[in-house]
């Protein structure tokens, strides 16, 4: 038998981790405990105030000259970089700008168009709504015959046929938390001849990623999730340097032209990575993001993945331990290697049960049909909330006090 987890044991935890400092970076409401940073990550001490220098000093009086002053033209580039630093990217290779949703449509439709023989993009049942939406999208672009195909994430291998031009996969499920072999999937669908482009939304920042190093060609992530980016934060996109000469951007806006300030009628694709600018960046949002990137990259991927590792097997056996008699079913992977910064439970009052613990100031969210979702991010969440979390989750089980009417109704976004 397993030996019982204390309340104590989490404070030793606490004592002994060395990321614990981070906990006061981020502004954060006293006693709660917010664990969905994997759907909006939490404010940066240090945001306010370089938003706030960003729009008075360099928008309010540097004006127009902030361009250059400011660097404001090179912030899309600057930040990319930071972030390749975090996805196992080369600097010049990763571009900070769009949504998540608009960089998965240039990427795509770039793919079908370097592989003109082939119609099929495959992806997996089930995921992320906005990436199969954007493929509906990108072929009906392109037409000549292509089609969406997609398989339940075991069968996804066997699927990459020569006829597959692009295989678009989410590495870490949103629901599950349940993460992709990125080098094993990457080499099938090279053997296959078929591009591939991940999606990283749920991983980078959350876990090691290697892009390089599993010789990806494609890739799209978040900047408002574990990149601690704020509220619709700008995106960013990935292409492997191999590929910056072939592939363009269907969205061939003037901020990808190799000279946007020579005002010429005809669109050439900029050299490197830039191509894939579409317009002006957004600078606001890049400035909130390049704080929270320079955060994670302080503390370091691989600190950051080793306790974001341990805080979700204390959750998985937390709630075993604790919660044993609730009916809530695990959906995530047991073993770290397998999974992302999330853990999952099924039950069929997952809403109101979220809705119940929200009331009682633990911040995780629901996700239809069934599925209740806690995100662990490691530079605010201790193993002291994950106690404190399973806690208040025992006892809104044991009372039954998620059953009430109003906690079933559904409010717009969940
Ligand atoms: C959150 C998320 C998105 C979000 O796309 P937006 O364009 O930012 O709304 C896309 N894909 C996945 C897998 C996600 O988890």
Not at 238 to 252: C, D, I, N, Q
């Amino acid at each position: 038998m397993m030996t019982k987890i204390t309340f104590d044991h989490c404070l030793e935890l606490d004592a002994a981790d060395p990321l614990a400092e981070y906990r006061s970076a981020f502004l954060l409401p006293e006693g709660l405990i917010y664990l969905d940073g994997n759907s909006l990550g939490a404010l940066p001490a240090a945001t306010p105030g370089v938003v706030a220098d960003v729009v008075q000093r360099q928008w309010g009086a540097d004006l127009i000259r902030s361009w250059t002053s400011n660097d404001w033209i090179n912030a899309p580039l600057r930040v990319g970089a930071k972030i390749a630093g975090l996805i196992g990217a080369g600097p010049d290779e990763v571009i900070v700008g769009d949504s998540t949703s608009a960089n998965l449509y240039k990427l795509i439709v770039a793919a079908l168009e370097a592989r003109p023989d082939r119609t099929i993009v495959l992806s997996e049942e089930g995921n992320f709504p906005t990436d199969l939406y954007m493929i509906h999208g990108a072929i009906a672009t392109v037409g000549r015959g292509c089609r969406l195909e997609t398989r339940p994430r075991e069968t996804l291998a066997d699927a990459i046929t020569q006829e597959v031009a692009l295989v678009l996969l989410t590495q870490t499920h949103y629901k599950t938390a349940d993460k992709l072999d990125m080098a094993a999937m990457t080499a099938r669908a090279h053997e296959a001849g078929a591009l591939i482009l991940w999606d990283l939304s749920h991983s980078a920042g959350a876990v090691e990623v290697d892009l390089n190093g599993a010789g990806a060609d494609l890739a799209v992530g978040c900047g408002y999730k574990y990149l601690n980016g704020g509220p619709g934060a700008p995106a960013f996109l990935f292409v492997a340097k191999r590929h910056h000469g072939r592939l363009r951007s269907p969205l061939s806006g003037w901020m990808g032209h190799s000279s946007p300030f020579d005002f010429v009628d005809d669109y050439r694709p900029a050299e490197g990575i830039r191509r894939f600018l579409c317009g002006t960046p957004p600078i606001l949002g890049i400035a909130a993001l390049e704080v929270g990137v320079d955060l994670i990259a302080r503390a370091g991927m691989a600190r950051l993945a080793e306790k974001s590792r341990h805080l979700c097997s204390l959750m998985i056996d937390l709630v075993e331990q604790e919660c044993d008699f609730a009916g809530l079913q695990l959906v995530t992977p047991r073993e770290a290697s397998r999974r992302g910064s999330h853990v999952s439970f099924r039950h069929p009052e997952g809403y109101a049960i979220v809705q119940a613990l929200i009331e009682e100031g633990v911040i995780g969210d629901f996700r239809a049909p069934d599925i209740l979702r806690f995100g662990f991010t490691p530079l605010y969440v201790g193993f002291a909330d994950v106690w404190e979390a399973v806690q208040r989750l025992k006892t809104i089980m044991a009372d039954r006090r998620w059953d009430r009417d109003d906690y079933r109704v559904r409010a717009a976004v969940t």
